[in-house]
């Protein structure tokens, strides 16, 4: 049974930073595609980046530049490394792998002030 589970949200301000994590288990991930989508009250969820197997990263235009997508084979774990968070970047973030099914996290809320 895969199972994804995300750690590391909370309430920033404007300007600060966070790092969230998320750890695997239930399968082989080496060779997947991993990553982090995000939902904003009232909106669609979006893609923010993802990491391939072979260390290829994609990114949201918003987010190029102040986040970082990484991850760990060996621990199962991806990790998005947030800076000079924004009030837009509100929303519950949730990881998931491409399993040729899309598997998810429950996801973890990042809230940012003003």
């Known amino acids: 049974q895969v199972q994804l589970v995300e750690s590391g949200g909370g309430l920033v301000q404007a300007g600060e930073s966070l790092r969230l994590s998320c750890v695997a288990s239930?399968?082989?991930?080496?060779?997947?595609?991993l990553g982090w989508y995000r939902q904003a009250p009232g909106k669609q969820r979006e893609l923010v980046a993802g990491?391939?197997?072979?260390?290829?990263?994609r990114y949201a235009d918003s987010v190029k530049g102040r986040f970082t997508i990484s991850r760990d084979n060996a621990k199962n774990t991806v990790y998005l490394q947030m800076n000079s968070l924004k009030p837009e970047d509100t929303g519950v973030y949730y990881c998931?792998?491409?399993?040729?099914?899309?598997?998810w996290g429950q996801g973890t809320q990042v809230t940012v002030s003003s």
């Open positions: 998931y792998v491409d399993l040729a099914t899309i598997y």
């Open positions: 239930g399968s082989n991930f080496s060779r997947r595609v």
């Open positions: 990491i391939t197997d072979i260390g290829i990263t």
